[in-house]
């Protein structure tokens, strides 16, 4: 004889994924499928599933628990994004201030890090306004 968790986890596997999407499921769903991508780090995810759990009152201080929590993580990762785009930034205005320096003094060759430094630096800084964005879709909820 089938168990009835087992017949509710082979459920929840084969339409879990195609009834997520409908918002049908109970808000709890989305709370842990929204705390599940957080620890991934996958922020994305995690704005979509709130806005799908968005109507349900029932959980509505888990829901704002798990709301907050989504907004700290994006403020965090916001802040370490800010930093490493200071510390690039640093490392072009060096760069850029002894360019000029005569290489064959120390025996070395220029390493043009200058196109690294600038790739990196647009990548930080379009990594930093999807956060923003997802941080001002989290307070617009």
Request: glycine share 6%; charged share 35%; net charge positive.
């Amino acid at each position: 004889m089938v168990g009835l968790g087992i017949l509710i986890r082979i459920g929840k596997l084969l339409l879990g994924k195609s009834l997520a999407k409908t918002g049908a499921l109970p808000t709890r769903f989305y709370l842990h499928e929204t705390l599940r991508s957080l620890d991934h780090d996958n922020i994305g995810d995690a704005v979509k599933l709130l806005k799908i759990s968005k109507g349900a009152l029932v959980d509505r201080s888990r829901w704002k628990l798990v709301r907050q929590l989504v907004l700290f993580r994006c403020r965090v990762l916001r802040e370490g994004h800010r930093k490493r785009i200071r510390y690039i930034e640093s490392r072009i205005e060096e760069h850029m201030r002894h360019r000029r320096f005569p290489w064959r003094w120390f025996r070395k060759r220029p390493v043009e890090k200058l196109t690294q430094y600038k790739k990196t630096l647009a990548l930080e800084k379009d990594a930093q306004a999807l956060l923003e964005e997802y941080e001002s879709q989290l307070k617009s909820i």
